[in-house]
């Protein structure tokens, strides 16, 4: 059980208004695709989510708890991040960043022990990267470190995993190899799972619901199939565009 | 969880985590630290303008330290020089040399930026301003042991960093750029101060290079009594919170994002970071190279985390500046940071060129 309740959303950046007011639930064990132009206050959203930025107004409940009540460690027990890319300062094989995904179970003084060893090696066979260990994350392919940052989210064994734009700099074979794995997190692990995407045909293709912001405002929820109806990507991204929801493989 | 690949991805064969070979374990390489140390502390005490016996040395340290009931045999001479004048200045370099690398490291992953080192922030600059002021105005103050030279370095080095904290808060930059430009701006309004001390400083300005160039001559067990507190809680401090610095290095907001008090820990670091820092200027000098170049070469071996990080750079940076003590006296009292340079800098290009761990730069 986890489900995620957003009341009333607000956020602003000094005058700049991000999100207006939303009201969104996220019922444990969903898919969803958080969808939208550029600067719809898709990456607002979620870090709002996360409790990582200040809300204007609003509140975000976590199990009918706020999260301005819960300590970040607790947060991120349940709610694990994976974020667009991330610069590594210095050389760090890739089964160590994995390993960061245990430090909110870890204690201060005592190391990882060795059921966190075991949750970080599943957690990279289970995204795939078995392969890859012992090499320096740095040196992977964008795609590649994807995985890696996924597999940091999975070893942190959240139930809800939070996505920003995860297909973005990808290409064809990575992105449907990540898309594949969300959905199977989610069908055989139970996770709930939010992506935030620009490609409406991959939300269309790989999840039930979606979410479309425009200008800060969810201005449809539902399966993608309405919520991506021609005239509303007309309004929305402005280009004449029918996303095909048949076939093996979705285009826009 | 189930294991299993999920449908879709080209099925890799599950391969066990290769171990890691046993030179480069972390409790590997702590145990040849801890040997280097113990060579560093009996070669330290044993050579210098008159050599000890290393027996003598040995049996000095197990008679007078550890109370082993051993029979006298060296002259009270060799026990006043090696307990009173070579002691005290070997453990303050230890002490020193491994609180800079440990504040090296902290610096480096806070500021998630390999080329910071522990005098970025402001330090090194309000330590030397600090001491050269004391130089113009030699007032004749002093607290446990400490010249009011060494009370003016620390209080500077505190200072500047407080400065710099307060001053980078204020900036529109991102939350780290702006805190490194800061530091700069600040550092190169100290060193203006600096150079004009040194103008005006005439016939002293000897006594201000000396205190830039690093020296551990005028090192005390007083001294030793004051920074040791300072240097080893401090220390104990930031290897504490090393969960906190392995967050950081993949930037604030993911770091939030795996349960960390984000502003909170990086005062928490870089303010015993400087602590420890001010300490060693204070009643060393500015010891350069060790801070930098420590926590790379750990690094190398035993890769980014800090708990094994931390305690490493302590041990190695201990060792190799009671090394470079020695090895700066024995010629006859050149400055330290003199040597940790030029024994340091090829050591270090050499380990970039040749050794091959897959943690390199």
Same mark, same amino acid.
């Given at each position: 059980?986890?489900?995620?309740?957003?009341?009333?959303?607000?956020?602003?950046?000094?005058?700049?208004?991000?999100?207006?007011?939303?009201?969104?639930?996220?019922?444990?064990?969903?898919?969803?695709?958080?969808?939208?132009?550029?600067?719809?206050?898709?990456?607002?959203?979620?870090?709002?989510?996360?409790?990582?930025?200040?809300?204007?107004?609003?509140?975000?409940?976590?199990?009918?708890?706020?999260?301005?009540?819960?300590?970040?460690?607790?947060?991120?027990?349940?709610?694990?991040?994976?974020?667009?890319?991330?610069?590594?300062?210095?050389?760090?094989?890739?089964?160590?960043?994995?390993?960061?995904?245990?430090?909110?179970?870890?204690?201060?003084?005592?190391?990882?022990?060795?059921?966190?060893?075991?949750?970080?090696?599943?957690?990279?066979?289970?995204?795939?990267?078995?392969?890859?260990?012992?090499?320096?994350?740095?040196?992977?392919?964008?795609?590649?470190?994807?995985?890696?940052?996924?597999?940091? +989210?999975?070893?942190?064994?959240?139930? $809800? #995993? =939070?996505?920003?734009?995860?297909? %973005?700099?990808?290409?064809?074979?990575? @992105? *449907?190899?990540?898309?594949?794995?969300?959905?199977?997190?989610?069908?055989?692990?139970?996770?709930?799972?939010?992506?935030?995407?620009?490609?409406?045909?991959?939300? +269309?293709?790989?999840?039930?619901?979606? $979410? #479309? =912001?425009?200008?800060?405002?969810? %201005?449809?929820?539902?399966?993608?199939? @309405? *919520?991506?109806?021609?005239?509303?990507?007309?309004?929305?991204?402005?280009?004449?565009?029918?996303?095909?929801?048949?076939?093996?493989?979705?285009?826009? | 969880?189930?294991?299993?690949?999920?449908?879709?991805?080209?099925?890799?064969?599950?391969?066990?985590?290769?171990?890691?070979?046993?030179?480069?374990?972390?409790?590997?390489?702590?145990?040849?630290?801890?040997?280097?140390?113990?060579?560093?502390?009996?070669?330290?005490?044993?050579?210098?303008?008159?050599?000890?016996?290393?027996?003598?040395?040995?049996?000095?340290?197990?008679?007078?330290?550890?109370?082993?009931?051993?029979?006298?045999?060296?002259?009270?001479?060799?026990?006043?020089?090696?307990?009173?004048?070579?002691?005290?200045?070997?453990?303050?370099?230890?002490?020193?040399?491994?609180?800079?690398?440990?504040?090296?490291?902290?610096?480096?992953?806070?500021?998630?930026?390999?080329?910071?080192?522990?005098?970025?922030?402001?330090?090194?600059?309000?330590?030397?301003?600090?001491?050269?002021?004391?130089?113009?105005?030699?007032?004749?103050?002093?607290?446990?042991?400490?010249?009011?030279?060494?009370?003016?370095?620390?209080?500077?080095?505190?200072?500047?960093?407080?400065?710099?904290?307060?001053?980078?808060?204020?900036?529109?930059?991102?939350?780290?750029?702006?805190?490194?430009?800061?530091?700069?701006?600040?550092?190169?309004?100290?060193?203006?101060?600096?150079?004009?001390?040194?103008?005006?400083?005439?016939?002293?300005?000897?006594?201000?290079?000396?205190?830039?160039?690093?020296?551990?001559?005028?090192?005390?067990?007083?001294?030793?009594?004051?920074?040791?507190?300072?240097?080893?809680?401090?220390?104990?401090?930031?290897?504490?919170?090393?969960?906190?610095?392995?967050?950081?290095?993949?930037?604030?907001?993911?770091?939030?994002?795996?349960?960390?008090?984000?502003?909170?820990?990086?005062?928490?670091?870089?303010?015993?970071?400087?602590?420890?820092?001010?300490?060693?200027?204070?009643?060393?000098?500015?010891?350069?190279?060790?801070?930098?170049?420590?926590?790379?070469?750990?690094?190398?071996?035993?890769?980014?985390?800090?708990?094994?990080?931390?305690?490493?750079?302590?041990?190695?940076?201990?060792?190799?500046?009671?090394?470079?003590?020695?090895?700066?006296?024995?010629?006859?009292?050149?400055?330290?940071?003199?040597?940790?340079?030029?024994?340091?800098?090829?050591?270090?290009?050499?380990?970039?060129?040749?050794?091959?761990?897959?943690?390199?730069?």
């Amino acid at each position: 059980m986890s489900d995620l309740r957003l009341v009333d959303v607000a956020l602003s950046y000094g005058s700049r208004t991000a999100l207006a007011g939303l009201d969104v639930t996220i019922a444990s064990g969903e898919r969803v695709a958080v969808l939208g132009p550029n600067g719809a206050g898709k990456s607002s959203l979620l870090r709002c989510m996360t409790g990582v930025l200040p809300l204007s107004r609003g509140q975000v409940l976590l199990d009918g708890v706020p999260l301005a009540e819960l300590g970040r460690e607790a947060i991120a027990r349940r709610i694990a991040v994976v974020p667009q890319q991330v610069d590594l300062p210095f050389a760090i094989r890739v089964e160590e960043v994995v390993a960061l995904g245990r430090i909110p179970h870890e204690r201060s003084f005592h190391g990882p022990t060795a059921h966190d060893r075991e949750i970080v090696d599943e957690a990279i066979h289970r995204v795939g990267l078995d392969a890859f260990v012992g090499r320096d994350a740095r040196e992977l392919s964008l795609g590649e470190r994807q995985l890696v940052l996924i597999a940091m +989210a999975v070893a942190q064994q959240a139930r $809800l #995993l =939070l996505l920003d734009e995860p297909t %973005v700099h990808l290409d064809l074979r990575h @992105q *449907v190899q990540v898309m594949d794995l969300l959905a199977d997190l989610n069908d055989r692990d139970g996770l709930t799972i939010l992506a935030v995407l620009h490609d409406l045909a991959l939300a +269309a293709h790989y999840f039930p619901r979606a $979410l #479309l =912001l425009d200008g800060g405002r969810l %201005v449809a929820d539902g399966p993608p199939a @309405q *919520v991506l109806a021609p005239e509303r990507v007309r309004t929305t991204f402005g280009v004449d565009a029918a996303v095909w929801m048949g076939g093996a493989r979705p285009g826009v | 969880m189930r294991a299993g690949v999920a449908p879709g991805i080209p099925a890799l064969s599950a391969r066990a985590r290769p171990a890691t070979p046993r030179w480069r374990r972390p409790t590997t390489v702590a145990a040849v630290g801890l040997a280097a140390l113990a060579v560093a502390l009996v070669a330290g005490l044993a050579f210098g303008s008159v050599s000890i016996p290393l027996g003598d040395t040995v049996a000095i340290l197990a008679h007078r330290l550890l109370g082993w009931p051993v029979a006298v045999t060296w002259p009270t001479s060799s026990e006043t020089i090696v307990l009173e004048l070579r002691l005290p200045r070997v453990l303050m370099a230890m002490l020193a040399g491994g609180g800079l690398a440990v504040a090296g490291a902290t610096m480096q992953g806070v500021l998630r930026n390999p080329l910071a080192d522990p005098y970025v922030l402001g330090t090194a600059s309000g330590a030397a301003l600090g001491a050269s002021l004391a130089v113009l105005v030699p007032l004749p103050l002093g607290l446990l042991g400490l010249g009011f030279g060494q009370l003016l370095a620390f209080v500077g080095a505190v200072v500047a960093v407080a400065l710099v904290w307060r001053l980078s808060r204020a900036s529109r930059l991102g939350s780290l750029t702006g805190l490194l430009l800061t530091g700069y701006a600040v550092g190169s309004l100290l060193a203006a101060g600096l150079s004009m001390a040194m103008v005006l400083s005439g016939a002293q300005l000897r006594q201000i290079v000396y205190f830039l160039l690093g020296s551990l001559a005028t090192a005390t067990w007083q001294q030793v009594a004051v920074a040791a507190p300072l240097i080893i809680a401090g220390v104990a401090v930031l290897a504490w919170r090393a969960r906190a610095l392995d967050a950081l290095m993949l930037g604030d907001e993911t770091a939030a994002h795996l349960g960390l008090a984000v502003a909170r820990e990086r005062v928490i670091l870089l303010a015993f970071a400087a602590l420890v820092t001010a300490a060693a200027v204070a009643t060393c000098g500015l010891i350069g190279f060790v801070g930098l170049v420590v926590p790379h070469m750990v690094r190398l071996v035993v890769g980014p985390a800090a708990r094994p990080l931390l305690p490493l750079a302590a041990i190695f940076g201990a060792a190799f500046l009671a090394f470079a003590d020695l090895l700066a006296r024995l010629p006859g009292e050149l400055p330290v940071g003199i040597v940790t340079a030029v024994i340091g800098a090829p050591f270090f290009l050499l380990i970039l060129r040749h050794v091959r761990t897959g943690y390199e730069l």
